[in-house]
């Protein structure tokens, strides 16, 4: 089994920032990858950025990459995303998740509950 907890939401005004973590427990030897996600009021869940665990190799959803960048510190077993230059329509629950095979880029079996991320204008 695997866990996933979110940290570091919160309201923020346009054009600031908030990092995210996600802090990962349980069985952690058996992911591979952990991916970020948001779901904005009356939106999909869409994938943000991914990492694999081993290796650290990113890959995004354009045109997010630079304003989201996704990082991980193993020994912490935590994952970062990084928000920056927020928009209004930003404003999303923002999952973290956790994938111990293969698949799609977004596929992923391990989810936390999500945390938000609200930006005003």
């Known amino acids: 089994q695997v866990h996933l907890l979110e940290s570091g939401g919160g309201s923020v005004q346009a054009g600031g920032s908030l990092k995210l973590s996600c802090e990962v427990s349980?069985?952690?030897?058996?992911?591979?990858?952990v991916g970020w996600f948001r779901q904005a009021p009356g939106k999909e869940r869409e994938g943000v950025a991914a990492i694999y665990t081993d290796g650290g190799l990113t890959y995004y959803a354009n045109p997010l990459k630079e304003r989201f960048p996704i990082s991980q510190d193993n020994v912490q077993n935590t994952v970062y995303l990084q928000l920056s230059s927020l928009k209004p329509e930003d404003t999303a629950m923002y999952y973290c998740a956790a994938s111990t095979a293969g698949g799609g880029p977004w596929q992923f079996e391990y989810w936390g509950q999500g945390i938000l991320v609200t930006v005003s204008s």
């Open positions: 349980g069985d952690t030897a058996s992911i591979k990858r």
